[in-house]
T-cell receptor
Framework: GAVVSQHPSRVICKSGTSVKIECRSL??????MFWYRQFPKQSLMLMAT?????????EQGVEKDKFLINHASLTLSTLTVTSAHPEDSSFYIC???????????FGQGTRLTVV | AQSVTQLGSHVSVSEGALVLLRCNYS??????LFWYVQYPNQGLQLLLK??????LVKGINGFEAEFKKSETSFHLTKPSAHMSDAAEYFC?????????????FGTGTRLTIIP
């Protein structure tokens, strides 16, 4: 149990376009989902926390208008990188946690390359 | 506030030798502690976790970690390294008071296994 699926695993897009990344909890209800970004050879940095049915909470320094997060159901959260630029190229990972669990379960990550 | 320090960004051990990855944390409350492993271009996989109870925690793939409150440490060990253990390892802490609180990660330790 506790499977989190992230899609796509890799995406290449042109500068100026938008990209949507999906994070799904397959066998549990994820009341809270987290979006992280990982720069090469660095740790994961939390970008935002989303709770189902409410607006996401963004970490300091993260542009909410650039990284749009939607948590419309208990099994799906999406991250949209709007007007992507090469500096947005990174590894994005989501995690999901349900009530009563002490750990979050991670998706397999999405490698975004903006050219 | 919480923080995690992983001493040694790179650790190399010979196949069959002891693996020791260090993690120290800072937390104003008794924390939950985690070790995750990340293989290239993949998401994070939970190795083990400490919440309450027994301070020696056994995880998957032969790894274990011991919570030492007096030393604020949660070092990860494995008696005999295998080539398949080569990966990036992250220590993380969370605050159990807030339920679904986000994880704070260390900067990671890259483990290399020497044949």
């Amino acid at each position: 149990g506790a499977v989190v699926s992230q899609h796509p695993s890799r995406v290449i897009c042109k500068s100026g376009t938008s990209v949507k990344i999906e994070c799904r909890s397959l066998d549990f209800q994820a009341t809270t989902m987290f979006w992280y970004r990982q720069f090469p050879k660095q740790s994961l940095m939390l970008m935002a926390t989303s709770n189902e049915g409410s607006k996401a909470t963004y970490e300091q320094g993260v542009e909410k208008d650039k990284f749009l997060i939607n948590h419309a159901s208990l099994t799906l959260s999406t991250l949209t990188v709007t007007s992507a630029h090469p500096e947005d190229s990174s590894f994005y990972i989501c995690s999901a946690r349900s009530i009563g669990r002490t750990e979050a379960f991670f998706g397999q990550g999405t490698r975004l390359t903006v050219v | 506030a919480q923080s995690v320090t992983q001493l040694g960004s790179h650790v190399s051990v010979s196949e069959g030798a002891l693996v020791l990855l260090r993690c120290n944390y800072s937390s104003s409350v008794p924390p939950y502690l985690f070790w995750y492993v990340q293989y290239p271009n993949q998401g994070l996989q939970l190795l083990l976790k400490y919440t309450t109870g027994a301070t020696l925690v056994k995880g998957i793939n032969g790894f274990e970690a011991e919570f030492k409150k007096s030393e604020t440490s949660f070092h990860l060990t494995k008696p005999s390294a295998h080539m398949s253990d080569a990966a990036e390892y992250f220590c993380a802490v969370s605050d159990p008071r807030f339920g679904n609180e986000k994880l704070t990660f260390g900067t990671g330790t890259r483990l290399t296994i020497i044949p």
